[in-house]
């Protein structure tokens, strides 16, 4: 069974960076299209991004278009997510998720999830 772990999470001020890694162990994740979404509190889970399992294809929730950046290192089992211009509105837990489905995006299944990592963004 894999486990997805995130870390890189943390209070930033408006306008600020942070990049968010998921390591995976158990297991190889490299046939997997990998993702991530996120909750704020009061609100449902959200999609954010995905990448497909060779990371030639990408795909984004519509709020973090053109500021996040979804990429994968195959040889380290890790999944990055570098979010840019952050906003108080990207204010939620940020979990790394795994799908069955090689190509990912919005509506594929996503079968592991990790145990999130919070990011505030404060104004």
């Known amino acids: 069974q894999v486990r997805l772990v995130e870390s890189g999470g943390g209070l930033v001020q408006v306008g600020g960076s942070l990049e968010l890694s998921c390591a995976a162990s158990g297991r190889t994740i490299n046939e997997y299209a990998m993702g991530w979404f996120r909750q704020a509190p009061g609100k449902e889970r959200e999609f954010v991004a995905s990448i497909s399992w060779n990371g030639v294809s990408t795909s984004y929730g519509d709020p973090v278009k053109g500021r996040f950046t979804i990429s994968r290192d195959n040889s380290k089992f890790t999944v990055y997510l570098l979010m840019n211009d952050l906003k108080p509105e990207d204010t939620a837990v940020y979990y790394c998720?795994?799908?069955?489905?090689?190509?990912?995006?919005?509506?594929?299944?996503?079968?592991?999830w990790g145990q999130g990592t919070q990011v505030t963004v404060s104004s």
């Open positions: 998720v795994e799908s069955r489905a090689s190509g990912g995006g919005p509506g594929a299944p996503y079968d592991v």
